[in-house]
C-alpha cells in the first residue's frame, strides 16, 4: 500500500482523475471498477472535461460498479446506475453496453451475484478499482464482519451507513436497508486499487484502514494486504496518521509519481 497525501481536497480528486486518465490512455479497453458518493461526484467531472476537452476516449472501455441497492429500479433516482448514468455514462463516449452494475431488481438476487462475478471474469478481471470508504470503513457495502475472501453478495446494511446515506436519497424514497456489493476478495483480485478520501470526517477511519490492524470489522485494513493500492487523502483526512513525513516523501521523490507532478 502507498498512502498519497495532497494539501488540498482539489489536488487529491485531480490525481485519481488523472490516474484513472492516465490507465485510459495506456490501455483503451480498460476494465474499470467505479464507485460512487459525494467524493466521486468530483472526480467524474474531472473526467467528463477531460473527454470534452483533451479527447479523453471511453469508447472501448469497460465498466463494474461496486454495488447497487436492493429493491430500486435503474430509473430510480436514488439508484447507482442512474447516479452512473447522470454524472459519467450519458456525459462520454462509453458504449453502455460495457456498463454493468448489479441488479438489485434481480427476482433471484443469489443468481444475479454469480452472473455478476461471472461477467468480471468473462472480462478477465478489473484492471482499476476506484474506491472510498464510509464511516465504517467500509469499501463496496462491506459491512463489519465481512470476510476477507468474500465474494458478491447482498448484505444488510448498518444503520451508520443508513444514516449516512440517508440524506442524500430524493423523492420520497426510502432508503433501501439491504445492497448488492462486490465482496472483499472480489475487490482483492482486481490488479490496482485507488483508494480516495477527503475531509475531516473520514479521518479516523482512514487511520484505522491504513495504519491499523487488518481487521474483518473494517473491510478497508484488506486493502493492506493488496499488492498494487494506492490511498489518496487531502491534508484533513490524512491529519491522524502517524506516518505523514513518509507519505509526503513518497509523492515527491518515487519515480512514478513524477509524471504526476
Known sequence: MEVIIRDTRDQAVSLAAAIIARALVK???????LATGRTMESVYELLVAMYEDDGLDFSLAR??????YVGLPPEDPNAYRFYMNKHLFHRVNIDLRNTH???????????????????????????????????????????????????????????????????????????PRRAIT?????ILECRRCVLLATGREKAEVIAKAVEGPVTAMISATALQLHPN???????????????????????ENEPDWQQYH
Not at 462486490?182 to 472480489?186: A, I, K, Q
Not at 490511498?231 to 513518497?250: C, F, K, P
Open 27 to 33: 490501455k483503451p479497453n480498460l476494465v474499470l471498477g
Open 63 to 68: 465498466t463494474f460498479n461496486l454495488d447497487e
Open 101 to 175: 452494475l448489479p441488479n438489485g431488481m434481480a427476482e433471484d438476487i443469489e443468481a444475479e451475484c454469480r452472473h455478476y462475478e461471472e461477467e468480471i471474469l468473462d472480462c478477465n478481471g478489473i484492471d482499476l478499482q476506484v474506491l472510498g470508504i464510509g464511516r465504517t470503513g467500509h469499501i463496496g457495502f462491506n459491512e463489519p464482519l465481512s470476510a476477507m475472501h468474500s465474494r458478491t453478495r447482498a448484505k444488510a446494511l448498518t444503520p451508520e451507513t443508513v444514516e449516512q446515506n440517508a440524506p442524500l436519497f430524493t423523492g420520497g424514497t426510502p432508503m
Open 182 to 186: 462486490m465482496g472483499v476478495g472480489t
Open 229 to 251: 493500492c494506492t490511498v489518496i487523502v487531502d491534508q484533513e483526512a490524512g491529519s491522524l496518521l502517524q506516518n505523514t513525513d513518509y507519505y509526503r516523501w513518497i509523492f
